[in-house]
């Protein structure tokens, strides 16, 4: 019993306490669009992901961290079980809106994306650790690669690009941390710009190209579906002024003009019914869950807990910042989760066993 008051007491609490009123929001958030439908199913299957999560967030903490790094066989066998996931659900896993991406266990959705994002942070940073002293040989940058190509393929062809993007952001920004020469760095850049060249004339399908179209340039579409998902949102983050309409008043929301106002579009929903006083209090949470984050970073004396942190803090980071950007309209819509607000189990789950990697790395 005093072992385990030791170790509640050197859990970092303000990463806590953080997660908690960001957890609280986003379950505020859902509960207030399900007033309009009277549909609160998703408000009580949030609220057991969330004690779930925080759960397994506690127990990851227990764990010494250091056997993911000492153990030869262990991130890897999580990376190839996650793998052979992301391949049954081409089998398993019903068609929602034309994407196989979710295995249905009675009403809940599991989607294990989310759980490889997290063990690709430890993979990377387990191999980028052993190899720290070797960044110089650019056969490291394309080995690392191989370890985002092969589910980038998979998820791909679901299809979802948004979570491609990230994964391809989680490898870049792990990579620059890891210290690669610029003359490599500038080598993935023109890799990246043939392979977008290539991608735009025979891997993307219509809608994403009308999609990135209609964000580039407006004009040239015709449709008056096309951009109406953001033109909502915008509209919603507007009629928020300073102190929001209240609870469960948002007429964009509530009348369901605003579309997933529950997933991708939680935040202007947020933001229509708290007002810019919400979204300051939003941000300053992020922004101490992501300062915190890299206080961990920082005062990690070996590179593996470093770099986990620091991968842990660009997935929240690349999230947020994409989120937030198909809100107001600075980014095209690739579905991205608001991490902690959006409406979804596995994105909620997968982040706390993050954070209880993170605790572990703290108290040990």
């Known amino acids: 019993m005093k072992k385990i008051l030791i170790h ?15 957890t609280g929001i986003g379950l505020l958030s859902i509960y207030s669009s399900s007033l309009g439908k009277g549909d609160f199913s998703n408000f009580k299957k949030q609220l057991i992901y969330f004690g779930i999560g925080l759960l397994l967030m506690f127990l990851f903490s227990f764990l010494d961290w250091r056997a ?21 659900l081409f089998f398993f896993a019903p068609e929602i809106r034309g994407v196989k991406r979710w295995y249905k266990v009675g009403q ?26 070797e960044m110089y040989r650019i056969k490291h940058v394309f080995l690392s690669g191989i370890y985002i190509l092969l589910p ?32 490599h760095f500038l080598i993935l850049c023109l890799s990246f710009l043939v392979l977008s060249v290539f991608s735009w004339q025979f891997l993307l399908k219509d809608y994403q190209k009308t999609r990135v179209v209609s964000f580039v340039a407006p004009q040239l579409t015709k449709s008056l579906e096309i951009g109406w998902n953001q033109a909502q949102a915008k509209i919603a983050i507007g009629s928020g002024g300073v102190f929001g309409r209240g609870i469960g008043r ?10 997933e106002f529950q997933t991708d579009f939680i935040f202007a929903s947020l933001a229509e019914e708290s007002g810019l006083i919400g ?13 915190r984050t890299m206080r961990i970073a920082t005062l990690s004396q070996s590179n593996f807990p470093r770099l986990f942190a620091s991968g ?17 309209g600075i980014l095209p819509i690739i579905g991205i989760p608001l991490p902690f607000i959006s409406y979804g189990g596995s994105s909620l789950i997968s982040t706390f066993i993050g954070l209880g990697l993170l605790e572990s790395i703290k108290t040990h």
């Open 8 to 22: 509640f007491k050197k859990l970092d609490w303000v990463i806590i306490a953080s997660v908690f009123f960001l």
């Open 68 to 88: 993911l790094k000492q153990d030869p066989y262990l991130a890897l066998i999580l990376y190839f079980i996650c793998l052979i996931s992301l391949v049954l």
């Open 108 to 133: 809940f959705s599991i989607d294990p994306i989310e759980f490889i994002k997290i063990i690709l942070i430890i993979l990377l940073a387990k191999y980028f650790s052993m190899r720290h002293v």
């Open 152 to 183: 980038s393929v998979l998820i791909f062809l679901q299809p979802d690009l948004g979570s491609v993007i990230i994964l391809f952001f989680l490898w870049i920004g792990i990579l620059l941390l890891s210290g690669i020469k610029i003359r």
């Open 250 to 259: 948002g007429s964009q929301t509530q009348y369901g003009f605003l579309p």
């Open 279 to 291: 979204v300051v209090f939003l941000f300053s949470l992020f922004w101490i869950l992501i300062w």
């Open 312 to 328: 842990f803090s660009i997935l929240l980071v690349s999230q947020i910042f994409i989120n937030i950007g198909m809100n107001i």
